[in-house]
């Protein structure tokens, strides 16, 4: 009887856990955005970004879209979520690490994918011209920047 009890305690906090989380994630909701409805803004960082959907701000799934100039460098950072990226235009080139090493850049054209998993550090570079990308990734997100080593 008192093993029941426990197991139905258990049960029922592990219940209220699981529904206290969905509760506290944003609910995706139903969107449909063509190219020409994209409203883009600028960061403070010299991007553009597009939101596209969820805020990644909060707990739930989010998408964006940000826009790098020509030759923008993204120095080596990391986010606390997982993410995944597709180069929806130009070239861009990734690498993996915590120092800007241009010997661990890969060339991602247009239609690539990457992953960042949490706290993966990453950069990145538009050098051969302006680059688009879509991130996909499940809230709470943001920068961490990574001081360079001297």
Aim: glycine letters at 8%; a positive charge.
């Amino acid at each position: 009887m008192n093993i029941h009890v426990s197991r139905l305690a258990c049960t029922a906090a592990l219940a209220l856990t699981t529904a206290s989380a969905f509760a506290q994630s944003s609910a995706l909701e139903p969107a449909r955005l063509a190219p020409g409805e994209l409203k883009w803004a600028a960061t403070p960082t010299g991007t553009q970004r597009a939101n596209l959907a969820g805020d990644d701000k909060k707990a739930g799934m989010y998408a964006y879209r940000a826009r790098f100039p020509a030759n923008f460098k993204n120095q080596p950072h990391f986010h606390p979520d997982d993410r995944i990226v597709t180069v929806i235009s130009g070239t861009l080139y990734v690498g993996f690490g915590e120092q800007f090493d241009e010997s661990k850049l890969k060339a991602l054209p247009a239609s690539s994918i990457w992953t960042e998993p949490a706290k993966q550090a990453h950069f990145v570079w538009a050098k051969d011209g302006e680059v688009v990308i879509q991130v996909i990734g499940n809230g709470p997100s943001g920068v961490t920047l990574i001081p360079p080593k001297k």
